[in-house]
């Protein structure tokens, strides 16, 4: 641990105390390119908002310009044709009953999960397992629906879910370290101009307080608005 808080310091060190433009601040993170593995960048964004208000709620999801650096496992609640539908489209499982069951026995080995209208009633139950890991099946998500091909094919090719929490922060996973600048860049600000599209009309005042990115094992950095 000692080990890796030195090389923390040491980068902290690079990262400057006033917010930095765009750009600067891809480039800061692409210099704390230093660790074993290829690292997932990752963007918060303060806003500000009344968590408490259903109102004022900012969930939703993108698909990225540039993808996410990795291939999602996705799952899939359906029958018949839609089933067939959805396993062409590339879908890792697809199933019924069993895969409920599978669910509820504490398989968790996928990153999006999405389900036909009509089996709302079997996934239903689920909640209380999808739901602490953000993985529950909703129409506001758009991981409820008749067009499953679509939304496979999206989250195949990376695209992001996201909800505020508690304290009004936005956090979302925009790409791999070893992605170019330019790239890295076009995610930020696909998320960024996604995230201010979403701005709650009872939201008054300042709605975008802070932004940062940061790396797995990087500080953050953090970006002028």
Same mark, same amino acid.
């Given at each position: 641990m000692a080990k890796h808080s030195k090389r923390f310091r040491a980068l902290s060190e690079k990262v400057s105390a006033d917010p930095v433009s765009l750009d600067k601040a891809v480039e800061v993170l692409k210099s704390?390119?230093?660790?074993?593995?290829?690292?997932t960048v990752e963007i918060a964004i303060r806003l500000g908002i009344d968590a408490k208000q259903a109102d004022q709620l900012v969930r939703g999801s993108l698909v990225l310009p540039h993808g996410i650096g990795k291939t999602q496992r996705v799952v899939v609640f359906a029958k018949g044709d839609l089933a067939d539908v959805a396993k062409e489209a590339g879908a890792d499982e697809v199933g019924q009953e069993d895969l409920a069951k599978r669910i509820k026995d504490g398989w968790l080995d996928f990153d999006a999960c999405i389900a036909a209208p009509d089996m709302m009633g079997l996934v239903g139950p689920l909640g209380r &397992?999808?739901?602490? @890991?953000?993985?529950?099946?909703?129409? @506001? !998500?758009?991981?409820v629906t008749a067009d499953v091909a679509t939304v496979v094919k999206e989250y195949k090719a990376g695209k992001v879910e996201f909800r505020n929490d508690s304290a009004g922060i936005v956090h979302g996973v925009v790409? /791999?370290?070893?992605?170019?600048?330019? /790239?890295? +860049?076009? %995610? *930020?600000? !696909?998320?960024?101009?996604? *995230?201010? %599209? +979403? /701005?709650? !009309? !009872? &939201?008054?005042?300042?709605?975008? /307080?802070? +932004?940062s990115v940061s790396a797995t094992m990087s500080p953050s950095v953090r970006i002028a608005a």
């Open positions: 704390f390119d230093n660790a074993k593995f290829d690292q &397992v999808l739901g602490p @890991r953000g993985l529950m099946p909703s129409p @506001r !998500a758009g991981t790409g /791999k370290l070893s992605f170019d600048n330019q /790239k890295l +860049l076009e %995610n *930020i600000q !696909a998320f960024i101009n996604h *995230i201010q %599209n +979403l /701005k709650p !009309a !009872a &939201v008054k005042g300042t709605y975008m /307080k802070g +932004l």
